[in-house]
C-alpha cells in the first residue's frame, strides 16, 4: 500500500513508520516543517511533496499537551492544530483521490465511568484537548462528504511503551520507588493499549473493508487497575508489590483539602471501554498481551535509568 502518516516524527508515528516500511508498504512520513513539509500542514494542498495514488492517510499529528502545560488550556491553539488541520488534510484527501482517511482519535472525548462502555455512550469530552480531537471528527466526517475517500477514526486510549509518556509512564516511575502506596483495594481500572498493539489497529483500519465508515474504540482487552500495574511493575524488578488500602473517599476528602479534586478524578477514575466493534469489523485481534506490553516499557525506562547513573 501507499500511505501518507501525519505526525510521523511523534511516538506512535514513528513506530507506525517503521512497522509499515517493515511490512513492505510505501511510505511518505510527514512532520511539520521537516524534508520538505509545510510548516503548516494547512498548506498542505500546496505541497509538492504530496504523493500520487496514495491507498490511504493515516492522520496522528495533533496538540496534545501535558496537562500542567498552558497550552492544554488554548482552546484556539488546539482547534487550530486539531481541528482546521486536520479538516484541510482531508479535503485534500478527498481532491487528491485518497482512498482512505483515517483518523487518531481519543477515547477521552468520553466521560469517567465505573461501567465499561462502547461507541454509543454519550460525548462528554474530559478536557480541552478530547473536546478538539471530538471536534475533529466532525471536521473529518463532513470533509468526506459524499466523496469516494472513505474515513475510519479510531479513539485511542491511553498509547504505552518504550520512549512513551503520559500517565503509565509515570506510574511505572513511581512503582520503581522504595514506597507502599495507597492502591491494595480496587482503584481506577482504565483500558490501555500498548504501542505495538497501536500501530497494527491503525495498519487494519487503513484497509479493512467493514471498517470504513465507523468510528471506533479500541484496546489491548481486558483492564487493568492502578494497583495490578504497580504491583506487576515491582514483582518484575523482584520486589514485593508494597501496597495497602486507604477508602476511596478518604484520598477523594484529602484531594479536596489540597485543592486537587480535579486531579483526584483523573488519576481514580475508571475508563473501560467494549471495543468489540472494532474487533468483530475487522477480526482484530491485538498482536501482544498488557503484560509483554508493559514489560518491554518497564525495560526501556530501567536502561535509561542505567544510562544516567553512568
Not at 33 to 48: F, K, M, N, T
Request: a positive charge; charged letters at 25%.
Amino acid at each position: 500500500m501507499r500511505i501518507l502518516v501525519t505526525g510521523a516524527s511523534g511516538f506512535i508515528g514513528r513506530h507506525l513508520v517503521a512497522h509499515l516500511t517493515e511490512r513492505g508498504d510505501e511510505v511518505t512520513a510527514v512532520s511539520r516543517g521537516r524534508d520538505g513539509a509545510p510548516d503548516d500542514l494547512r498548506q498542505v494542498d500546496d505541497w509538492a511533496g504530496w504523493p500520487q495514488r496514495l491507498d490511504a492517510v493515516i492522520h496522528l499529528a495533533a496538540l496534545n499537551p501535558a496537562r500542567s502545560e498552558a497550552a492544554a488550556r488554548d482552546d484556539a491553539a488546539l482547534m487550530e492544530a486539531n481541528v482546521a488541520v486536520t479538516k484541510t488534510l482531508a479535503e485534500t484527501a478527498v481532491r487528491r483521490g485518497v482512498g482512505r482517511f483515517v483518523y487518531a482519535s481519543t477515547n477521552l472525548v468520553h466521560p469517567l465511568t465505573s461501567e465499561p462502555f462502547d461507541e454509543s455512550a454519550p460525548e462528554r469530552p474530559q478536557n480541552a484537548y478530547a473536546s478538539s480531537k471530538l471536534a475533529g471528527e466532525t471536521a473529518v466526517w463532513g470533509a468526506l462528504g459524499s466523496g469516494s475517500t472513505e474515513g475510519v477514526v479510531l479513539r485511542l486510549p491511553p498509547v504505552y511503551g518504550p520512549g512513551g509518556r503520559g500517565g503509565v509512564a509515570a506510574l511505572l516511575r513511581i512503582s520503581s520507588l522504595p514506597v507502599p502506596l495507597p492502591l491494595a483495594a480496587p482503584s481506577a481500572s482504565r483500558s490501555l493499549l500498548s504501542i505495538a498493539n497501536a500501530v497494527d489497529a491503525l495498519t487494519v483500519a487503513a484497509a479493512a473493508p467493514d471498517a470504513a465508515g465507523g468510528t471506533f474504540l479500541i484496546c489491548d482487552g481486558e483492564p487493568w487497575s492502578l494497583g495490578e500495574m504497580v504491583a506487576f511493575s515491582r514483582q518484575e524488578m523482584g520486589r514485593s508489590p508494597r501496597l495497602f488500602s486507604l477508602p476511596t473517599h478518604t484520598l477523594a476528602r484529602l484531594a479536596s483539602l489540597f485543592g486537587r479534586k480535579k486531579q483526584y478524578e483523573h488519576v481514580f477514575g475508571s475508563l473501560v471501554v467494549d471495543d468489540r466493534a472494532f474487533r468483530t469489523a475487522t477480526n482484530w485481534q491485538p498482536p501482544e498481551t498488557t503484560e509483554d506490553g508493559l514489560r518491554r516499557m518497564l525495560r526501556d525506562l530501567h536502561l535509561k535509568r542505567r544510562g544516567k547513573r553512568r
